[in-house]
């Protein structure tokens, strides 16, 4: 079967998640010394792995999939929600190695401040058997009084390299004969995230040529603001016009933006036919610009550097 295949091969352990070494060799260390806290945070852009982590985490603890309780904190927000939610974990779990009840809450920066202090008392001391995973794309969103009470992780966008690798894999298992250079593309355009990737290979399974597999690519309304800046970038824009676009930007996550922003100025590189010109050096300055990730917490703040980088260095010119 073709469908679902960000499902299919989604990682069940540690050693399958690709691209967040930096994590799970943090938490099987943890499993190893047997020191697993009852608190997790896990922040990053969207499709990284957030999730999956905490899901390998409760499998790992013994945690049967009846008692893993993920809970979308956009739908959830408030705090007769959060009571409820905290009452039942106290309940005795059913099944299971360990009786070990966890609890996912995805997009939980959407929580009212009521339902986070609802939480607090339980996150600070909670019984033996119940464990939290807090999952979010806007950590600066939660409050400080949690995020001290967890073990916090980083969950990067993952490199195309290592996503063009993962395709590959997937696409050889699932016998799909793609376009040549299909994949290379498909990873591109995930922006980091392995489930987009994942997800974009399966639309694209049926494609015959390269230019059915752009047409199927083709950017979303949503990602084509991210594109115009690119584009901007590339010419002579007024400062008023990047200013009025980086406003509209403001509302989107600062790491995907980089990440396309990276994946579009290097792609303009590597079509460039011929020697090394100035306009090659000037890409090459435009994209160590935008190389280092983007923080959590000044995103936006670092996306609006990066550009004004670009454009004072041109205008000095």
């Known amino acids: 079967m073709i469908n679902d295949l960000h499902i299919k091969y989604r990682p069940t352990s540690f050693d399958e998640v690709v691209g967040q070494e930096h994590i799970t060799n943090s938490l099987q260390s943890l499993f190893k010394a047997k020191k697993v806290p009852h608190a997790f945070l896990f922040q990053g852009p969207s499709g990284t792995g957030k999730t999956t982590l905490s899901r390998i985490i409760a499998f790992e603890l013994g945690c049967s999939s009846i008692n893993i309780i993920e809970v979308d904190a956009g739908k959830y927000t408030g705090v007769d929600d959060m009571r409820q939610l905290t009452d039942e974990l106290f309940y005795p779990a059913i099944g299971g190695k360990n009786k070990i009840k966890f609890l996912i809450l995805d997009e939980c920066h959407m929580l009212s401040k009521n339902a986070w202090n609802s939480l607090l008392k339980t996150v600070e001391e909670p019984p033996s058997h119940v464990y939290f995973s807090f999952c979010t794309t806007e950590p600066a969103k939660v409050p400080a009084t949690i995020q001290t009470r967890c073990h916090k992780y980083n969950v990067n966008a993952v490199d195309s390299d290592m996503i063009e690798q993962l395709l590959t894999a997937i696409a050889e298992l699932e016998k799909l004969k793609l376009p040549s250079n299909a994949i290379q593309l498909i990873a591109s355009r995930s ?22 597999v752009m047409d199927v690519l083709e950017e979303p309304d949503e990602e084509k603001e991210t594109i115009e800046l690119c584009r901007m970038l590339l010419k002579n824009t007024k400062w008023e016009d990047l200013i009025n676009l980086l406003r509209v930007l403001k509302e989107k996550n600062p790491e995907s933006i980089r990440i396309q922003v990276c994946n579009y100025i290097t792609a303009v590189i590597m079509n460039k036919k011929g020697p090394a010109s100035n306009e090659t050096v000037d890409l090459l300055n435009m994209l160590e610009q935008f190389q280092r990730p983007f923080s959590q917490q000044t995103g936006f703040s670092d996306l609006l550097i990066a550009v004004a980088g670009i454009f004072f260095s041109r205008a000095e010119k």
Not at 192 to 209: D, F
């Open 191 to 212: 922006y980091g995230s392995p489930r987009r990737a994942i997800v974009l290979l399966s639309q694209c399974s049926g494609c015959k040529t390269y230019q059915e």
